[in-house]
């Protein structure tokens, strides 16, 4: 797939009567902006004809922005180098239009690629903090790059601006109304510790995490397999986790998918038995502080819980125990821990010269896992005119052990898992998931012979009563 850029240049926000200010203005980074990834995130949305043509695009943009002027701004720092604040200057976001001499059927469905980088502006060296990118195919379809720094916002913020687009192509009042008050985190006093934070969003400076043999990783080591998990198979695959202790309800699909991927993936890559592999989970806050922060809070409120296990006891133990693992992690994550972190952060972090754990530099997270969840996220619901996309993905991200869950195109509850993992090991991941898969489905199988068996002496019963 060849793309040519026809053209590349900056767009600044249109609003309606006299503009705000544009040179003292500023929004400072709060607790959870700094403690994210630095760095930039793609998303490739495909199209089907009719389109809107680019300039529809563009001018809905602009409106866009007067409402999210973040985006158009500018990451100021601090002393020591480290951003601060965003400026809302108004600088404008990078705007590019491209093309490609063929169909898109004849590109996809895309696959997990070094190809996908083409369909969007490059995440090296960016001065804007957002930036598009329009493709259009021979046949009418088009493609929308789209990329933003995760110091500005996270996913559910940056879903919220995505919508809010399409809603100003489509002339409509862009609601929710985004809140935008990242001063409403404030510190205790006095300040409470109430839970250990060095280790898991914090570590020293004199630390480095990971293998020492993740430093040398090149892309070529890495593949990014996608896999289609059937709404058909999640099901089956709650049944088997099977509930919570003490209560009657399953784990959730969420939990019990992950607990698949944890335990696929220590299998595969041979992991010792005695080491201890984690699971970096993100857990959105807004419904979890209290009081609750708006679902339209822009910027960023995630924090993660970290399951971990012995890759032993992983394996040999069933899909439960891996689920009641996840579970009660993300559980932990509450009111108490949010604002736990806020003191910690506060007063702590900057005392004792911490630095984050999000580490957007590294190539590999061997032997632990990180998962971020699309999966509630309305990323489907951004229509720009001519209807929501035909497909949504993350773009080619080959850091081994960072895993992306979001709903399939095909609306019927199935989930696309995009899956880093060494080449190495690829063979064994795929063995080894169709091994799990026939299990569960041979399981289930026998639990459906005996449901009918148990309906069949049921109605027999019932039939000789009435019969007497």
């Keep these: 797939m060849k793309v040519k850029k026809e053209s590349s240049r900056v767009v600044k926000p249109i609003y309606e009567g006299t ?3 544009s040179t003292s203005s500023y929004i400072p980074l709060s607790v959870f902006d700094k403690v994210t990834y630095d760095n930039h995130m793609a998303v490739i949305y495909a199209y089907r004809p009719p389109t809107p043509p680019n300039a529809a695009l563009e001018v809905g943009l602009r ?12 990451l100021g720092k601090d002393d020591d180098g480290e951003p601060a604040v965003i400026l809302l200057n108004d600088k404008g976001v990078r705007f590019v239009e491209a093309s490609v001499d063929s169909t898109l059927n004849s590109v996809m469905p895309f696959k997990p690629s070094t190809s996908l980088l083409a369909l969007h502006p490059s995440l090296k060296g960016v001065e804007e903090l957002l930036q598009v990118q329009l493709t259009r195919f021979t046949c009418g379809s088009m493609v929308v790059g789209f990329t933003a720094n995760h110091l500005v916002a996270d996913g559910q913020a940056t879903s919220n601006f995505l919508v809010a687009w399409g809603q100003a192509c489509r002339g409509l009042e862009i609601d929710p109304i985004p809140f935008h008050d990242r001063n409403i985190f404030s510190p205790r006093d006095p300040p409470r510790f109430e839970f250990q934070h060095k280790g898991a969003e914090f570590m020293s400076n004199k630390i480095k995490k990971g293998y020492p043999s993740v430093d040398n990783i090149i892309m070529d080591d890495i593949v990014v397999h996608k896999v289609h998990f059937s709404s058909e198979f999640l099901t089956k695959l709650k049944a088997k986790a099977g509930t919570k202790k003490g209560t009657n309800k399953s784990y959730s699909t969420f939990e019990s998918l992950v607990a698949h991927l944890w335990r696929a993936v220590t299998k595969a890559t041979s992991l010792g038995g005695l080491e201890t592999t984690t699971v970096r989970i993100s857990v959105n806050g807004r419904s979890r502080l209290n009081p609750r922060v708006p ?3 822009f910027g960023n409120l995630v924090l993660w819980a970290f399951p971990s296990a012995k890759a032993k006891d992983l394996i040999r133990e069933p899909l439960s125990y891996a689920a009641k693992l996840i579970h009660d992690a993300v559980l932990k994550v509450n009111n108490n821990y949010f604002k736990s972190f806020i003191d910690f952060a506060n007063y702590k972090a ?6 984050t754990t999000a580490d957007a530099n590294k190539s590999a997270m061997f032997p632990n896992l990180e998962v971020d969840s699309w999966l509630r996220f309305p990323f489907y619901d951004v229509d720009f005119g001519g ?12 850091t081994e052990g960072t895993m992306f869950l979001l709903p399939s195109f095909f609306g019927d509850g199935s989930i696309d898992a995009f899956i880093p993992l060494f080449q ?4 064994s991941f795929k063995q080894i998931h169709r091994r799990n898969d026939n299990i569960i489905r041979k399981s289930m199988m026998f639990l459906d012979a005996e449901k009918i068996e148990w309906c069949y002496q049921l109605c027999s019963v019932l039939l000789a009563l009435y019969s007497a």
């Excluded at 409106?63 to 500018?74: I, Q, S």
């Excluded at 209807?387 to 080959?398: D, K």
């Design 295 to 297: 679902m339209e809070y």
């Design 19 to 21: 503009p705000p200010p």
């Design 63 to 74: 409106k866009a922005l007067a409402v999210y002027r973040e985006w158009a701004g500018r």
């Design 387 to 398: 209807g929501c996309p035909y497909i949504f993905m993350p773009s080619y991200l080959p």
């Design 424 to 427: 190495e090991n690829l063979a």
């Design 350 to 355: 900057e005392e004792e010269a911490l630095i």
